[in-house]
C-alpha cells in the first residue's frame, strides 16, 4: 500500500509542474512532453510525408497557399510581440506545402509545419477562404494543442495504472474497468478536450486571419460550405474529434466581431471578403 501511495504521490507532482501557458488565453495548459522533444521530431515527419507524396509547385495555387501562410504567421507575431510573448517563434520553423490529394483537410504539425491537400481549395474557393483555415491551424500550432494532446494520452495512461493498482490482483475486475475506463475517458475526457482544442483554435484562427486583413466571417461562410459538403456523413458531435459544423459556424458568427476589434488595434481597417 505504501509504494501504491508514493507512486500516485510522484504521479501527482510530475503532472502538476509539467505546464505551460497558452499566449492566447493566459490559461495553464499540460505539456508532459517539451517542445524541444516534439518539434524535431515533427520536422523529420513532415519532410517524410513530403518525401512520400506529391507536393504541388510553381502553381497559382501554391503560391496562393505560401503567401497567405506567410501573412498568417506575420500576423501571428505582431500578436504575439504586443502582448509580452517577444521571442515566443523562435523554435518554429514555417513552411506552407500544398499536396496532391483529394481529402478535403489541411493539418499543421507542431512547430510550423502546415500542409493544405488539394482537395479542400473547391471547399476553401480562394484566397480569403484559405486564410480562414491556415489560422485555424496556425493558432493549432501556437497554443501547443499536439504538446496538450500527448501529455493528455499520457494521463489517461496513467490513470489506467492507477486504477489497475487499486483493484489488486483481480483479472476480472480489471478487465471490467479497463472496458469502462477506456470507453469512459474516451467519450467524456478525451474527445471533448479534443473538441475543445478545434473550437480555441478557430477563435485564435479569427484573431489572426483579421489581423492579416482578411473578413474573419469567411470563416462562417467555409463552415457552410464544408457542412454541405460533409452531408449526412458527420457523426454525431458527442462522438467526434471535431464539433458540429452548425456548432462551429454559430461560434464563429458571434466571435468574428471581437476578432475585428483585436485587428483594429494593429490598425487594420479594412478586411478582404
Known amino acids: 500500500m505504501k509504494i501504491k501511495t508514493s507512486l500516485g504521490i510522484a504521479i501527482v507532482a510530475v503532472l502538476a509542474i509539467a505546464c505551460a501557458t497558452n499566449p492566447f488565453t493566459g490559461k495553464k495548459t499540460m505539456a508532459l512532453v ?28 501554391a503560391r496562393m497557399i505560401t503567401n497567405v501562410g506567410q501573412k498568417i504567421a506575420t500576423a501571428s507575431e505582431r500578436y504575439l510581440n504586443a502582448n509580452g510573448y517577444a521571442g515566443y517563434l523562435n523554435d518554429y520553423q514555417w513552411e506552407y506545402n500544398l499536396v496532391e490529394d483529394p481529402a478535403v483537410n489541411a493539418w499543421c504539425m507542431p512547430g510550423g509545419k502546415i500542409v493544405f491537400y488539394t482537395g479542400i481549395l473547391p471547399i476553401t474557393q480562394g484566397e480569403t477562404g484559405v486564410a480562414a483555415v491556415m489560422g485555424h491551424e496556425v493558432a493549432h500550432a501556437l497554443a501547443n494543442h ?31 474497468f479497463n472496458q469502462a475506463y477506456g470507453l469512459g475517458s474516451t467519450v467524456g475526457v478525451m474527445l471533448p478536450f479534443s473538441r475543445n482544442h478545434e473550437s480555441e483554435a478557430d477563435r485564435i484562427g479569427l484573431t489572426l486571419m483579421a489581423i492579416a486583413g482578411y473578413e474573419p466571417m469567411a470563416a462562417a461562410q467555409l463552415w457552410e460550405r464544408m457542412k454541405a459538403n460533409a452531408g449526412s456523413n458527420a457523426p454525431p458531435e458527442f462522438l467526434s474529434t471535431h464539433p458540429s459544423s452548425t456548432t462551429r459556424i454559430n461560434n464563429i458568427t458571434a466571435w468574428a466581431a471581437e476578432a475585428k476589434a483585436e485587428a483594429r488595434k494593429f490598425g487594420v481597417t479594412s478586411f478582404k471578403k
Open 34 to 61: 517539451p517542445n524541444s522533444q516534439i518539434f524535431p521530431m515533427a520536422f523529420q515527419q513532415y519532410d517524410q510525408f513530403l518525401d512520400e507524396n506529391k507536393v504541388v509547385t510553381n502553381t497559382s495555387d
Open 146 to 176: 499536439g504538446q496538450q494532446r500527448m501529455s493528455a494520452a499520457q494521463y489517461q495512461a496513467v490513470g489506467a495504472v492507477a486504477g489497475n493498482l487499486a483493484l489488486g490482483n483481480d483479472p476480472q475486475k480489471q478487465q471490467i
